[in-house]
C-alpha cells in the first residue's frame, strides 16, 4: 500500500482522474450515465443485452433516464473451431459486435456519437448432453452480453467526459491470408480475412463460411 501511494500522487499530478470517479471539476460521466434510456433490443440476446446495459448505465439509480436515448445494433453468432476427424467440434466459439447511437431525447433527436464494440467467448461442447450444452450457451451468450454492455458504458462515459467521438473500426482493413483450401481461380488463390480475435478460420479449422472468401 505504501508503494501504491506515491504512483497515485504522481498520476494525480499529471492530471490523471479516473473515468467514473467525481472530478473537482467538469462532468460527473457516472452521473450523466443514469440518465441514458436503453431504446428496445430485438430478440431473447438483445433483450440480454438490454438489461446489462440498464444494470451498467443506471447501477442502483432509481431516476427515470430521460436525458440521451441510447440506440444499439447488436450481432450475435458462433463458430465451430477443434473440428474432429469425424467432423465434430470440440468448441464453439460465441462471438459478438454491436454498433451504438446516443441521441437528444427531442422532437428531431440529434445524434452525439456512435461507436463499436465486439468481444469473444466459447463453451466446450465434447461430451455434453443436449440440455448441459444449450444452458453452457445461453451462459456464454449472456456472458457476451455484459461484456458489451460494459464496453458500450464506457465509450459512452468517453464521450461524456471528453465530448471525442469514438474511433470507427474499419474491417477492410483486417488481414487476408491464403486459403489453402480453396480451388485457384483465373485471379489466383483465394484468400481469407482474419476474425475478430486477428486469426483466419483456416488456421484455427473452424468454419470459414461465416467470415467469407475473397479473391485477391
Same mark, same amino acid.
Not at 474491417?171 to 480451388?183: E, H, I, L, T
Given at each position: 500500500?505504501?508503494?501504491?501511494?506515491?504512483?497515485?500522487?504522481?498520476?494525480?499530478?499529471?492530471?490523471?482522474?479516473?473515468?467514473? #470517479? =467525481?472530478?473537482?471539476?467538469?462532468?460527473? %460521466?457516472?452521473? &450523466? *450515465?443514469?440518465? +441514458?434510456?436503453?431504446?428496445?433490443?430485438?430478440?431473447?440476446?438483445?433483450?440480454?443485452?438490454?438489461?446489462?446495459?440498464?444494470?451498467?448505465?443506471?447501477?442502483?439509480?432509481?431516476?427515470?433516464?430521460?436525458?440521451?436515448?441510447?440506440?444499439?445494433?447488436?450481432?450475435?453468432?458462433?463458430?465451430?473451431?477443434?473440428?474432429?476427424?469425424?467432423?465434430?467440434? #470440440? =468448441?464453439?466459439?460465441?462471438?459478438?459486435? %454491436?454498433?451504438? &447511437? *446516443?441521441?437528444? +431525447?427531442?422532437?428531431?433527436?440529434?445524434?452525439?456519437?456512435?461507436?463499436?464494440?465486439?468481444?469473444?467467448?466459447?463453451?466446450?461442447?465434447?461430451?455434453?448432453?443436449?440440455?448441459?450444452?444449450?444452458?453452457?450457451?445461453?451462459?456464454?451468450?449472456?456472458?457476451?452480453?455484459?461484456?458489451?454492455?460494459?464496453?458500450?458504458?464506457?465509450?459512452?462515459?468517453?464521450?461524456?467526459?471528453?465530448?471525442?467521438?469514438? %474511433?470507427?473500426?474499419?474491417?477492410?482493413?483486417?488481414?487476408?491470408?491464403?486459403?489453402?483450401?480453396?480451388?485457384?481461380?483465373?485471379?489466383?488463390?483465394?484468400?481469407?480475412?482474419?476474425?475478430?480475435?486477428?486469426?483466419?478460420?483456416?488456421?484455427?479449422?473452424?468454419?470459414?463460411?461465416?467470415?467469407?472468401?475473397?479473391?485477391?
Amino acid at each position: 500500500m505504501r508503494r501504491a501511494l506515491p504512483l497515485l500522487l504522481l498520476l494525480g499530478g499529471c492530471g490523471f482522474q479516473p473515468l467514473y #470517479g =467525481r472530478p473537482g471539476s467538469g462532468v460527473d %460521466a457516472a452521473q &450523466q *450515465l443514469q440518465d +441514458v434510456y436503453v431504446a428496445n433490443i430485438p430478440g431473447r440476446a438483445g433483450q440480454e443485452l438490454r438489461l446489462a446495459l440498464q444494470e451498467t448505465l443506471g447501477g442502483a439509480s432509481q431516476q427515470a433516464p430521460e436525458g440521451y436515448t441510447l440506440r444499439v445494433a447488436p450481432g450475435f453468432g458462433a463458430q465451430s473451431i477443434d473440428i474432429h476427424p469425424d467432423n465434430t467440434s #470440440g =468448441r464453439m466459439r460465441e462471438t459478438g459486435s %454491436a454498433h451504438w &447511437q *446516443l441521441y437528444t +431525447v427531442a422532437d428531431i433527436p440529434v445524434l452525439l456519437a456512435e461507436g463499436d464494440a465486439s468481444t469473444l467467448d466459447g463453451i466446450n461442447t465434447q461430451y455434453e448432453q443436449y440440455f448441459a450444452l444449450t444452458l453452457n450457451h445461453e451462459t456464454a451468450q449472456g456472458r457476451v452480453a455484459k461484456t458489451l454492455a460494459t464496453d458500450i458504458a464506457q465509450q459512452v462515459a468517453v464521450w461524456f467526459r471528453s465530448h471525442v467521438k469514438p %474511433a470507427q473500426a474499419n474491417m477492410q482493413d483486417r488481414a487476408s491470408y491464403f486459403d489453402p483450401n480453396g480451388m485457384p481461380t483465373a485471379n489466383g488463390q483465394p484468400t481469407q480475412k482474419a476474425g475478430p480475435d486477428g486469426v483466419p478460420a483456416a488456421a484455427t479449422g473452424r468454419d470459414g463460411s461465416p467470415l467469407g472468401l475473397s479473391a485477391p
